[in-house]
């Protein structure tokens, strides 16, 4: 079954990271793909447009029939349609099942804080004259940090961020966290727990053999979070 599945990606994109992740850990590692480059634009091609309009990845083409263009859904795709192999993303119980659910659309909260840090810092998006505003960085940074919190409380009550088991919800966040952290995030320092939390998830076959390739031949652009 790997075999009918190929997927467009980009290495160091979290949302890409997110479905490479859920795709090892049911167990299908004999998936086909391709890695493209945004230097080149290549995630515009119409090799691409064929199956995702919007140009984007990851873009995950199933059975050659249809794709799915948003990690979220490609990774519970994932795990309903191979339900039965691999890891178990989702849980039985109810109170859990909704903190996953829970805490699975909240990652959204610190995606969306960590990139106003990285557009305004990195991109200087927003910046004049491509000068960024010391105290705007720090506004955006400490926003960031207070967002931090919620998830440092997560990673103080168990194993994982929703429970004592990997699920959906880890694949989500874990992928943004190694971005900050690349970027210059001294989790120990703000999150302790959370710090724990990342060490033992980067530990897993599934993490080592998504780490993107590029991050291995060079440093990341630290002190974007600081």
């Known amino acids: 079954m790997a075999s009918k599945i190929f997927l467009y990606w980009a290495s160091g994109s979290p949302p890409c990271w997110r479905v490479m992740l859920a795709l090892e850990e049911k167990g299908l590692a004999g998936y086909q793909n391709k890695l ?25 083409v199933f059975d050659n029939s249809f794709a799915i263009n948003e990690s979220v859904a490609a990774c519970e795709f994932l795990e309903k349609q191979f339900a039965q192999q691999g890891t178990k993303l989702t849980p039985d119980a109810t109170a859990e099942l909704a903190k996953m659910l829970q805490r699975k659309c909240e990652v959204q909260n610190l995606d969306n804080k960590g990139r106003e840090v990285i557009v305004y810092k990195f991109f200087k998006i927003g910046a004049v004259d491509g000068k960024v505003d010391p105290e705007k960085a720090k506004t955006l940074f400490d926003a960031f940090l ?42 120990q320092k703000h999150a302790p727990n959370l710090f724990n939390y990342y060490n033992r998830v980067v530990k897993r076959p599934s993490v ?7 991050w291995k031949e060079s440093p990341g652009p630290a002190g974007i979070f600081e």
Request: net charge negative.
């Open 36 to 60: 493209l480059q945004f230097s080149k634009n290549e995630h515009k091609s119409e090799e691409v447009l064929k199956w995702n309009p919007r140009g984007q990845v990851p873009t995950m």
């Open 208 to 214: 080592e053999k998504t780490w993107p390739p590029h």
């Open 146 to 187: 207070e967002e931090l919190k919620h998830w440092e409380k997560y990673a103080s009550e168990g194993e994982y961020i929703a429970g004592s088991t990997l699920t959906l919800a880890d694949l989500l966040l874990f992928p943004n966290l190694a971005i900050y952290q690349r970027m210059g995030l001294d989790l």
